[in-house]
């Protein structure tokens, strides 16, 4: 992707080194801020270490980290979606990374859940194609999370 911010980069990492606990770390701001809950309670580094899962940052050329994002293995032939964070407009890029290596790794659909509140995050996955599902796993009993799902497509 490329724009005013220059070529943005999206790159596999490992989600417990110092860029991505950098670009979490903002994240979490940010959506204690928004939510009043960082989301740290719903991701551990090590759901994204195996096999068929990925995290991924975003950055500038070879300069700042601008954004992250992941995927686990749901269920069957499902990745859910985690982490999902972008400055500079780099969410479609990160998002599209992600769908297209999920795709690649044997998933047809994807999921995900944010909150309600967070009308930016809903409306960002609306616009790429997702749609609300039924709640899954813990957030099943959660009134304030939306949970979103998106057939993918080579």
Do not use: W
């Not at 944010?114 to 959660?142: C, K, L, M, Q, W």
């Amino acid at each position: 992707m490329s724009g005013a911010v220059g070529i943005v980069k999206v790159e596999a990492c490992d989600p417990r080194g110092p860029d991505a606990a950098s670009v979490i770390e903002r994240l979490s701001g940010a959506l204690v801020t928004l939510t009043g809950d960082g989301g740290t309670s719903s991701f551990d580094p090590t759901d994204v270490l195996v096999p068929r899962a990925l995290f991924v940052i975003a950055r500038v050329g070879q300069g700042a980290v601008i954004g992250c994002g992941a995927y686990r293995p749901l269920e069957g032939d499902v990745a859910e979606i985690k982490r999902m964070y972008a400055e500079q407009g780099c969410g479609g890029a990160i998002l599209a990374h992600l769908e297209a290596a999920a795709l690649a790794n044997g998933y047809r659909a994807a999921s995900l859940s944010t909150r309600r509140v967070n009308a930016r995050a809903v409306s960002f996955y609306e616009r790429h194609g997702y749609s609300e599902i039924a709640p899954y796993g813990r957030y099943a009993d959660r009134p304030q999370s939306i949970c979103l799902g998106k057939m993918l497509r080579p």
